[in-house]
């Protein structure tokens, strides 16, 4: 099928990578010129592990472009729709760019029936007014004669950064959402070896044992919209649970990583996101969140569980402060390094990372921080510049001469650090996730979240 995935972000260049594996023809559209001329080059903008690699294997199959009228829009068969939907200061969820490439396609329709597929997470309801739009647009552009032939459908994306093309290629169900039949098929014609399995797993990405089928839900538009908010709240109040559990934990003297396993082990748990720490961070869960309180206000709606889920979860990053001034009792003048800075490990992504919060308060109570981080230091250095954080390209130079270490994000070479080698200084542990055992037996003091 010919396809066009608009936005070259961790969304996009999964969709469109993905889909050029399995034989289509994808062209990627992003309106950031700088992201398209190195994505010409056969470099990927966004970190993430084998999409780089995959989209070596593909580059038959796809073409990147900055300009609609170049994107072929009127023999193109599905249209996704991956642009960023950042959050307000309302908390609302910020739909212009939604709203710009939606007006985009429909100035460059042609007759051919064509899905638009929005993968973008917008708010519930909000399928509908992409579609008013396009109509809209539809119209003042097209005063020829041309019939409308599109459907606007929606297919939430739930990959998670990190593992995003093994997400991608091994999904545990895709949801498309519409009332339209032939929209429906168009899909499950595209999607059909994923639903399958029956594409051969590309390198490094091996197909989960037991794999042979991914489940696809078909449900109305508002309710496909709704699964997206609701899982995703659901993972950051599981998150948040932990955390609040893990803070009786420290009280009573028990350990929040017994705890958590012992809960995990019950099927109907389950153990994945149960680790007590600094909580989550990320592009999704805070905006999403803030975005399901949003709209539910407009309904005379109140969400507390996932308000306190809120609460909890960026309460842990001041608690990590206040655990390592505890220990140092005077943070002035003191010399703390940060080990990671990306929002969790395998991403570059510094969106809602606890490093930055927690980099300032740290300065705001007087400490000197030098953080380093295994892939995000460029993102670090442009974004972050008058943080006032000293940002090292080398580990040691972070270490050296540090009063106090933390662990912010576990990227597993920070377990493998030489640790023989580094001075004693109390240690942070912001996600549970060194080897304390090892660590005390060299004569560390190990401050864990929740232990
Ligand atoms: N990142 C994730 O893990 C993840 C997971 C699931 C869902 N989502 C959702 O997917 C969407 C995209 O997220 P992302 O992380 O990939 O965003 P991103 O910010 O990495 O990428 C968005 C891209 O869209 C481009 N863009 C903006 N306006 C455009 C326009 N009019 N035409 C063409 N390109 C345009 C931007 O230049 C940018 O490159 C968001 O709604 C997000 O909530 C993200």
């Not at 329709?109 to 993968?119: A, M, P, S, Y």
């Not at 949801?175 to 070896?193: D, I, K, T, W």
């Not at 592009?283 to 308000?307: H, Q, V, W």
Request: proline fraction near 5%; charged fraction near 20%.
């Amino acid at each position: 099928m010919k396809v066009l995935v608009i936005g070259t972000g961790y969304v996009g260049m999964n969709t469109g990578v993905v889909l050029a594996y399995l034989g289509n023809q994808v062209t990627c559209l992003d309106v950031n010129e700088e992201k398209i001329a190195l994505l010409k080059q056969g470099k990927t903008p966004v970190y993430e592990p084998h999409l780089e690699e995959t989209l070596q294997l593909v580059l038959n199959n796809i073409r990147f472009t900055s300009s609609y009228a170049e994107a072929d829009i009127p023999n193109t068969d599905v249209v996704f729709i991956t642009v960023g939907t950042p959050s307000l200061p309302d908390g609302n969820a910020d739909l212009r760019y939604v709203r710009q490439a939606a007006e985009s396609i429909a100035e460059n329709l042609g007759e051919k029936f064509t899905v638009i597929v929005n993968k973008s997470t917008v708010p519930i309801g909000s399928g509908n007014w992409v579609e008013a739009i396009m109509h809209e647009h539809f119209n003042s552009n097209h005063n020829n004669g041309e019939h409308e032939d599109f459907n606007v459908v929606s297919s939430p994306e739930f990959l998670a950064q990190g593992s995003a093309m093994h997400d991608s290629f091994y999904p545990d169900r895709i949801v498309v959402g519409s009332h339209c039949e032939r929209s429906v098929e168009h899909l499950q014609e595209l999607f059909a070896p994923i639903l399958r399995q029956d594409f051969p797993a590309p390198p490094g990405l091996p197909r989960p044992e037991g794999l042979t089928e991914v489940p696809l839900l078909v449900c109305d538009l508002t309710s496909a919209e709704m699964i997206k908010y609701a899982a995703n709240a659901f993972l950051a109040l599981k998150i948040s649970y932990v955390n609040e559990i893990g803070r009786l934990a420290n009280k009573v003297g028990a350990d929040i990583q017994a705890v958590s396993k012992g809960i995990g082990l019950d099927k109907r748990i389950g153990n994945r996101f149960l680790n007590a720490g600094l909580g989550w961070g990320g592009s999704c869960f805070g905006k999403d969140t803030a975005a399901l309180i949003a709209t539910a206000r407009d309904y005379r709606l109140e969400m507390p569980i996932i308000e306190s889920a809120r609460a909890i979860n960026y309460g842990q990053r001041v608690l990590a402060v206040d655990l390592l001034q505890e220990k140092l009792k005077i943070l002035k003048g003191k010399h703390i390094a940060l080990l990671g800075f990306s929002f969790k490990p395998n991403t570059d992504d510094l969106r809602d990372a606890p490093a930055i919060d927690i980099s300032k308060l740290l300065i705001q109570r007087g400490a000197l921080v030098r953080a380093h981080d295994p892939v995000a230091l460029s993102n670090a250095r442009s974004q972050y510049k008058d943080l006032g954080v000293v940002f090292c390209d080398e580990v040691g130079e972070a270490l050296k001469d540090a009063e106090a270490i933390m662990l912010v994000t576990e990227w597993p070479e920070y377990r493998a650090l030489d640790w023989k080698a580094i001075p004693r200084v109390p240690i942070v542990d912001g996600r549970n996730y060194l080897d304390r055992e090892m660590l005390e037996g060299l004569g560390f003091s190990v401050i864990g979240i929740g232990r």
